[in-house]
């Protein structure tokens, strides 16, 4: 063969391997599968709340319901809009100080949207010119369930009550081991505890006379507890006295056998059976909206504004 014939073949051949693999690799671009977004599930829904109402039974159902509004506007939001400016916005629109969202503490956890339920509105006190609400409440977020209870304070102002300032509970956390008297309150299905309350029993700072006063209680009744220890003032409202409640020596009754302590229609007699075993379970201080005689001490029974809405029973240790 020629010498330039054997350049060329050579050439042509070479030429032939190099567009080989490109004719391929053009090939593979043009008939790849186009790329397809991967359309992502819908987010699982939060729970259906409602806002809650004061009852006709309140003594003064504005300034819980003050209370409460603040509490929902901060502790539920929708879905990108779970900042504090979101937050801030939302309490302003009430009226309210923007700057209690910086106190909220466990009411506004880190997540994208929640759900918040107020199942309780309590007093803590309630004076001539300032209030303490104990606002009790469910919150959902997703993938969790919690919740907590908020000491609301307010001044009277006008034309509203002025919300001045938020104490969320601190329950603290859970013992690596509890008293049987702990586990039986948790499991008795006759003893409704909000999340709170729970944490405050699952925290093993709650005093046995407690404990035993709640199970032999259920024994006769159905009841919802609305604060143990967490969440309810450190004093009694008011005054410098030390309140039973953050020392784990009291507990809370707001709903009796399904009915509210505030509502005028639930039977007095059955409040007052009620308050008379509380005592008979070895409380020294129990007090209702029922003005009850007799009593082991003086100041065993009394009834005062504060407690027109829930059934205190305290305890010495």
């Known amino acids: 063969m020629p010498p330039s014939l054997g350049r ?10 190099l567009a080989g693999p490109m004719g391929c690799s053009a090939t593979s671009r043009t008939e790849a599968a186009p790329a397809t977004s991967v359309a992502r599930p ?65 009411l506004r956890p880190d997540a994208d949207r929640a759900a918040l339920q107020v199942i309780d509105a309590q007093y803590g006190g309630i004076l001539a010119d300032s209030a303490s609400v104990l606002v009790v409440c469910r919150q959902w977020t997703p993938g969790h369930a919690g919740g907590t209870t908020v000491d609301v304070r307010l001044s009277r102002a006008r034309p509203h009550w002025e919300v001045t300032g938020l104490h969320p509970a601190r ?21 409704g505890l909000p999340p709170a309350a729970e944490s405050d029993i699952r925290s093993g700072h709650v005093h046995p006379s407690v404990l035993r006063a709640l199970l032999s209680l259920a024994g006769t009744y159905r009841m919802d507890v609305s604060v143990i ?55 020294y201080n129990v007090g209702g909206p029922v003005r009850l005689s007799g009593g082991a001490t003086a100041y065993q029974f009394f009834t005062d504004a504060t407690h027109h809405d829930h059934v205190h029973v305290g305890f010495t240790g």
Do not use: C, Q
């Not at 060329?8 to 391997?17: F, I, N, P, S």
């Open 8 to 17: 060329r073949a050579l050439l042509l051949g070479t030429g032939g391997l």
């Open 42 to 106: 819908p987010l699982p829904p939060l729970p259906t709340t409602t806002a809650w109402r004061p009852d006709r039974g309140d003594v003064d159902p504005e300034v819980k319901l003050r209370a409460v509004r603040v509490v929902e506007a901060i502790g539920a939001w929708p879905a990108g809009r779970g900042g504090a400016a979101a937050a801030k916005k939302r309490v302003a629109a009430l009226g309210a100080a923007p700057s209690l969202v910086d106190r909220a503490g466990a």
């Open 171 to 191: 329950p603290g956390p859970a013992a690596a081991a509890l008293p049987t008297e702990a586990e039986r309150v948790l499991a008795e299905p006759r003893i």
């Open 229 to 283: 220890r967490s969440g309810h003032p450190l004093y009694v409202f008011g005054t410098d006295r030390p309140s039973d409640h953050p020392s784990g020596r009291a507990f809370d009754v707001g709903r009796i056998d399904g009915h509210l302590v505030v509502d005028p229609a639930t039977s007095r007699r059955l409040i007052e059976s009620f308050m008379r075993d509380a005592a008979a379970a070895g409380s």
